[in-house]
């Protein structure tokens, strides 16, 4: 497993190869996705579905009602942007893949509106 030290300088590598997203938007993910794997029974490799539920708690529990605000501040508009930046650390190294997974399973997963703010507010 890579140091933190160098994983951050992978993700800050990879924020200059794609500057859509701010490099903060990766080291989110790596959090997100430890933290869902630390959730479950046993390690195993994850959908994108599952990530992305990770992705909305984890968002949830730090930033609140200002999750979609800090999403579209790192570039991160919609779940496919969440894809892009997978792929992109896979591409990285940093995660891996499986053949039955592809970058469209992140699309149109949720609605950031949805789950971040009515959802949210509406318990």
Not at 25 to 47: G, I, T, W
Not at 113 to 118: A, H, R, T
Request: charged share 30%.
């Amino acid at each position: 497993m890579k140091h933190h030290t160098d994983i951050w300088k992978a993700i800050e590598k990879i924020s200059l190869k794609d500057s859509r997203y701010k490099a903060n938007a990766y080291s989110f993910v790596m959090s997100a996705l430890e933290q869902k794997m630390s959730s479950l029974p046993s390690p195993r490799h994850m959908s994108a579905v599952e990530l992305l539920e990770g992705i909305r708690r984890s968002a949830l529990q730090q930033f609140g009602p200002m999750a979609k605000e800090v999403f579209n501040f790192w570039g991160i508009k919609d779940t496919g942007d969440f894809g892009n930046i997978v792929y992109n650390l896979i591409e990285a190294e940093l995660l891996s893949k499986t053949d039955d997974d592809s970058i469209e399973d992140f699309e149109d997963v949720y609605e950031f509106s949805k789950v971040f703010e009515e959802d949210y507010y509406n318990g």
